[in-house]
């Protein structure tokens, strides 16, 4: 088998476990929307399996700043257009100033996923927190996916005295 089959099978493989675990979790959780956190996980996980750990933890501090723009972008109370867009901007500032711009496009769909589909029937607070958790699980399961396929992690040693 090619080096690049190898990697396709694998970050095919990884998608797979990720939407088993999501919706395994949302069965147990009793909780049926599951779109969020699905389309998390697999902005998280990447195919290039050489720097799988450090990609992946790079996409969840993303989802990270992503999350508390929104949350920022939301209670500004602008219209939503208006709001969109200066949180987009903030976005790029923010994860350019803690040196996560490589993964910002990342954190620009955590804030579309944060800021748009709102139910009127639901109060924002509880559909922005839904979201929110969702948009936070499927980073964890993807870094522990990631983790558990890519066991490349440095070994942890004791520090000398």
Not at 3 to 10: D, H, I, V, Y
Not at 47 to 71: I, K, M, Q, Y
Not at 134 to 141: F, H, I, N, R
């Amino acid at each position: 088998m090619s080096e690049r089959t190898k990697s396709l099978t694998l970050y095919a493989s990884k998608c797979v476990a990720a939407a088993g675990i999501v919706f395994l979790l949302a069965e147990l959780l009793g909780h049926a929307e599951v779109a969020w956190c699905l389309v998390s996980a697999v902005l998280v996980l990447s195919p290039d399996s050489r720097e799988a750990v450090p990609l992946t933890l790079g996409r969840v501090g993303a989802n990270l700043v992503g999350g508390a723009c929104s949350l920022v972008g939301l209670l500004s109370g602008l219209p939503d257009v208006a709001a969109i867009c200066l949180t987009y901007v903030a976005t790029i500032a923010a994860c350019a100033a803690v040196g996560l711009t490589a993964s910002s496009r990342v954190a620009l769909a955590a804030v579309t996923i944060l800021m748009l589909q709102h139910r009127p029937d639901v109060p924002l607070w509880r559909s922005v927190l839904e979201r929110l958790v969702a948009v936070v699980l499927g980073c964890a399961v993807a870094l522990l996916v990631t983790v558990a396929f890519d066991r490349r992690l440095p070994p942890l040693r004791a520090d000398k005295p």
